[in-house]
């Protein structure tokens, strides 16, 4: 029962996103977070849609930004697991301060808060989330290459926490590495 309240709460998120839209990059991601306990792997995939605006500029640089909703998977290495592994379903607006014009590498650096929806709400006894809701939030750099800036590899420092709303709220940050596609 709670597996399939899990699935329709994705789908719900699924549906809100901008899926009637053209899809503008896909990524993959890898992720450790190996503190207090806790040695979790984590891999996501994920969609991004340009919003296509420069909300600031600044001479050859502006802040944009895009829409990304991902699907992730937790490996769960934890002493004393709770959960061998664990579901994550996101949607985040992501801020990105980048160059207007591009040159053959060209760097950006990001700041994102989204939501999230986790098939399970604990990795061991030392690390418990309160709820299946949480926010997501990362800060990133990386730099976009290769024909029309359509390779991008970056770093990101993501935290995942539910923001007190439930307890116990210990949460729980990765490491990351982003690999993306932009058509």
Known sequence: MKNAKF???????????PLAHAIDGVSVEYGHS???????????????????????EVGNWHLGGYWESDFGYWSNNSTAKTHKSIID???????????????AISPYVEAAVGVHLLSATSLNAQRQFGSSFQFGDHLGAGVRFGDKGMYDIGYRYQHFSNAGIKGPNQGVNYNEVRLQYHF
Do not use: E, H, Y
Request: glycine share 6%; hydrophobic share 50%.
């Open 7 to 17: 699935l329709i709460a994705a789908a719900i998120v699924f549906a809100a996103s």
């Open 34 to 56: 190996d503190s207090s306990n806790v040695s979790v792997n984590m891999g996501r995939v994920g969609v991004q849609w340009d919003w296509n605006k420069k909300l600031v």
């Open 89 to 103: 379903i996101g949607f985040t607006p992501v801020f990105r301060f980048q160059q207007t014009t591009r040159s």
